[in-house]
């Protein structure tokens, strides 16, 4: 059976394991305190372990499209008391953010998976993530958060993503990084249209046989999902439980979501009903 290797823990990928999404932003916690948005965020990451969480999502920066940028210190600041909060729990902590430092200190506080939207690029990044024990996800973009679906242009999306993939992997395998602590993520909404989105979507399967690593799909609550049922953010969960199921049925070993319980439930009634080992 294939497993990751992921901190302190080995995690069997027989299945889709989620990923709860813990957002540590001033902007999703208009509190305007650190005591609060720690509590909040920790509080949040207890709920959604109750609800099925296999592993928690820890950000600081949020990369929406036009996002303002947030500095490493403030990013270090919301991120590391909340995974030292959780790290009791027993559950995998992922930190989502793309500067080195911030992964040194969340490293530092005992993280088990970094996920990076930059795949490493970062200065140091692949060396400081390679002396460690933790996971790590390489995920594909286009561009820089804040512009990035201003002019998204490819000659071919498929093709490209999993080059870049098959590149950053690679670039992962050189610096010691173990093939069992790697996932690979397509990145959708980072640098694409619908379209772009949906030609990746429906690749999946084929990216995987290509590139011969776990896949992590995050598509919850994106605003692909917004231009498809025409519903503001805060209305797209069953379109995210409905896109969850299908990124379950090509093949995605993690799948990031908000909605962790809803989630669970689809999942279960994939696993009970599918049958065969589709
Ligand atoms: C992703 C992420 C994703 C990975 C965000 C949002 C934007 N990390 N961080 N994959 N998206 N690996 O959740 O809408 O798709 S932040």
């Given at each position: 059976m294939q497993v990751l290797f992921c901190g302190r823990f080995v995690l069997p990928l027989d299945r889709p394991l989620i990923m709860g999404i813990v957002n540590v932003t001033p902007d999703s916690f208009f509190d305007g305190g650190r005591h609060n948005s720690t509590a909040a965020a920790v509080a949040h990451a207890q709920k959604l372990v109750a609800d099925g969480a296999d592993i928690l999502d820890v950000g600081?920066?949020?990369?929406?499209?036009g996002a303002p940028e947030v500095s490493v210190n403030e990013e270090i600041h919301r991120v590391v008391p909340v995974l030292e909060a959780l790290r009791e729990l027993g559950v995998p902590l992922s930190v989502d953010t793309r500067k080195p430092e911030v992964m040194r200190a969340a490293l530092a506080a005992g993280v088990d998976l970094v996920n990076d939207i930059a795949a490493?690029?970062?200065?140091g990044a692949l060396e400081q993530v390679a002396a460690s024990r933790v996971a790590v996800c390489l995920m594909h973009k286009q561009g820089?958060?804040?512009?990035?679906?201003e002019a998204p242009s490819y000659a071919d999306v498929v093709t490209e993503v999993t080059d870049y993939l098959a590149r950053r992997r690679d670039a992962a395998l050189r610096a010691g990084?173990?093939?069992?602590r790697i996932l690979l993520d397509p990145?959708?909404?980072?640098?694409?249209t619908l379209e772009q989105n949906v030609a990746v979507f429906q690749a999946m399967p084929r990216m995987r046989e290509i590139l011969g690593f776990p896949l992590l799909v995050g598509v919850s609550r994106k605003s692909m999902l917004g231009q498809i049922t025409e519903r503001q953010v805060g209305e797209r969960m069953p379109a995210s439980v409905a896109a969850a199921l299908l990124a379950a049925q090509a093949g995605a070993a993690v799948i990031r979501v908000h909605d962790v319980a809803e989630t669970a439930d689809a999942l279960k009634i994939w696993h009970a009903l599918r049958g065969g080992d589709a």
């Open positions: 600081g920066e949020s990369t929406r499209p490493l690029e970062g200065a820089e958060p804040r512009t990035m679906q990084i173990v093939p069992e990145g959708f909404g980072f640098g694409k």
